[in-house]
């Protein structure tokens, strides 16, 4: 039996795809342990899963709450206190935070979130044999995958490469002409010259934050992505890795009617506090839609920071604060989305057709590569309407050539959760006591 640590980035799309992986682990008999911020407690603790909490300086506990809140609100979360909790997250880690806490339990291996690449930097500083994690797609500069920001579907074509190589060329140059008061690529180099960790192990040719180069377990499976001409350094695409014991919470199914499609549609955990007014919005036109086609039955999760009296809500849409996602996409004949990653991966999982309308980040290629693969349409946000919305539900319904395909892609998806090469590659390194290809 070995001890592994898995210390992911707190929000919920980092955090669901890790439950699935440390319940196959501990289920073959290892002990499973998280390490993360106070706030991610109660989370972590209801997957049934040990916790030590971490940072505490930086995120006291009620942080995220505050935060979010104040979000809602119309306060944006900016640079100035970013910065500060990624100083003060630099100081514990050069503190040796990391080392103190690691030493309590002696684990065999670190799993750390790509989202937090300071993290790993500090985790390979211990000895300890370290693997990176992404629940996101790896966008790194490639001529024929586009930047995950952009809608392009690509083509095997040299105009296709052509507007890929374009794309890529335009998201370095806005990043150096308008945001490079969120670039830490000095400060990652700083702590890495610190930890001594070798700075030419870490790429920065990427749309993320700078990934360092040690082997990376990727929760998004090639089936789901375009065809890469090179595969990134050090990245094994996995299993999805959907946790399909996951506890969300209950839902109200006696208040749905069984014998009408269920049509699903959620902005997920970020969107409805940080675009509020936006989500709103969405999920009106959603209800109104709804409202001309009683023959089908709607659910909308709104979230907690949207109040269920302040829509006009047709008799054949519930409305919930939070759904037990996994378990109402079994049930699903549709889900009408943002593209958020981790709801693209179960949609795909179930088998569940998609109707989406990123908004912001990774969504865009997400879309991109739903419509690729045959799984369902997109939308953009200025397009959306109640009448638009609705004749995209009876094509995607009602079109079986969405369902064919979303229950082949499913039965892919399903064979390569049984297995789970994610299990096998974390059981190698801990025999080994080394991670695969380390520098």
């Known amino acids: ?5 898995f210390m992911p980035f707190h929000w919920e799309s980092d955090l669901n795809p890790t439950f699935a992986l440390a319940r196959k682990l501990r289920d073959r008999g290892h002990r499973v342990n998280y390490f993360a911020i106070p706030d991610t407690s109660e989370r972590i603790r209801s997957q049934g899963f040990d916790f030590t909490p971490i940072f505490s300086r930086a995120f006291p506990e009620g942080t995220l709450a505050k935060q979010y809140e104040s979000e809602a609100q119309g306060k944006r979360y900016g640079i100035d206190e970013f910065r500060e909790r990624f100083r003060v997250t630099c100081d514990l880690l050069r503190e040796g935070e990391l080392d103190r806490t690691t030493r309590q339990l002696h684990p065999d291996v670190l799993l750390t979130s790509s989202g937090t690449p300071w993290v790993g930097i500090a985790a390979w500083q211990t000895g300890i044999p370290v693997i990176s994690f992404s629940s996101t797609l790896i966008s790194v500069e490639d001529s024929a995958v586009p930047p995950f920001n952009t809608e392009l579907i690509p083509k095997d074509t040299w105009l296709s490469r052509l507007r890929t190589w374009l794309e890529w060329k335009k998201l370095f140059l806005y990043r150096r002409l308008y945001t490079s008061d ?8 700083a702590l890495a010259r610190d930890c001594g960790y070798p700075t030419e192990q870490i790429d920065f040719r990427v749309e993320t934050w ?4 040690l082997p990376e377990l990727v929760f998004f ?3 789901l992505d375009f065809p890469r001409l090179r595969k990134p350094k050090g990245a094994f695409f996995i299993e999805a890795s959907v946790d399909l014991e996951r506890k969300d919470g209950d839902f109200p199914w006696d208040q749905v009617e069984h014998d009408k499609p269920l049509v699903y549609c959620t902005l997920g ?18 209800m109104d839609a709804m409202a001309q086609r009683p023959a089908l039955q709607g659910a909308v999760a709104i979230g907690k920071y949207l109040k269920a009296e302040e829509f006009k809500c047709p008799g054949n849409v519930l409305i919930v604060s939070h759904a037990p996602q996994v378990e109402v996409l079994q049930r699903a004949s549709l889900m009408i ?13 179930m088998g569940v057709p998609m109707l989406l309308i990123p908004i912001f980040y990774d969504q865009f290629g997400n879309a991109a590569r739903v419509v690729y693969h045959g799984l369902g349409t997109r939308l953009r946000l200025k397009e959306v309407s109640a009448s638009e919305l609705g004749r995209l539900i009876d094509t995607v319904v009602k079109d079986s050539s969405y369902s064919s395909r979303a229950k082949l892609v499913s039965e892919r998806l399903r064979n390569l959760e049984r297995q789970s090469p994610g299990v096998a ?3 190698d390194v801990i025999s080994q006591k080394k991670a695969p290809n380390t520098f």
Do not use: C, N, Y
């Open 182 to 189: 969120w670039d830490i690529s000095e400060d990652l180099k």
């Open 210 to 213: 700078p990934r360092l180069l």
């Open 269 to 286: 955990s970020v969107a409805t506090f940080k675009f509020p007014a936006r989500a709103s919005q969405f999920f009106q036109m959603f």
């Open 337 to 349: 989305s943002h593209a958020g990653v981790t709801g693209v991966k179960e949609s795909a999982l």
């Open 221 to 223: 499976p090639e089936e």
């Open 1 to 5: 039996m070995a001890t592994i640590v």
């Open 425 to 427: 590659i974390i059981e």
